[in-house]
Structures are given as C-alpha cells and as structure tokens.
Nanobody, 115 residues
C-alpha cells in the first residue's frame, strides 16, 4: 500500500515563506515525475509545479521565481519551497507522485497567507 503524507502548511504573513514536504512510503518499485497542485475555495485544482526524476522543474506563471520544487536523491520525498507568499497563494496544496505506474495524492495541507 503506497501512501503520501504531506506536512508543512500553516498561516503566514504576506511576504513570508513556507516549505511543504511530501513523503512516499510503501512498496515502491517505480518512480516517475511528481507535482504540487493547489485548490482555492470556489476554484479548480491547478498545477503549481512539476519535477522529473532527473530534477527538471516547471512552474505555473503565477509562482515562477517565488516557488522552488525539489526532491531527495531517493525520489521518495518532494518539497515545495514557497517564498514571497501572497494572499492569492492561499489554498489547499496537494502532492501528486507517479509511482508504480499509478498516480497517488497526498491528503492536502492548508496554506493561508494573511496579515
């Protein structure tokens, strides 16, 4: 049974920083790309960042230059470093990892940017 567990969300003031983490566990024999998504109230879930097993990243225009996605050398844990946070970054953030030929989702973690 493969599971993804996220951590690192919370309340932060505008201009602040947070780091999200997503750890995969279970019987994993194949690893592919991974991504972070977010969903704000009343909006559709959107892709924030994506990373290949080789570490190549792509970002949504709205976060380019402020967010950085990375993964550890074992490709079991991915991170989202978020800097210069804005109120419009407020959302539930979801980790997505493609493992063993399937897509797995984390439980979601709330990020709130407010003064």
């Amino acid at each position: 049974q493969v599971q993804l567990v996220e951590s690192g969300g919370g309340l932060v003031q505008p201009g602040g920083s947070l780091r999200l983490s997503c750890a995969a566990s279970g019987n994993i024999f194949s690893v592919s790309s991974a991504g972070w998504y977010r969903q704000a109230p009343g909006k559709q879930r959107e892709l924030v960042a994506d990373i290949t097993t080789g570490g190549r990243t792509t970002y949504a225009d709205s976060v380019e230059g402020r967010f950085t996605m990375s993964r550890d050398s074992g490709n079991r844990r991915v991170y989202l470093h978020m800097n210069s946070l804005k109120p419009e970054d407020t959302a539930v953030y979801y980790c997505n990892q493609r493992l063993n030929g399937w897509e797995y989702w984390g439980q979601g973690t709330q990020v709130t940017v407010s003064s």
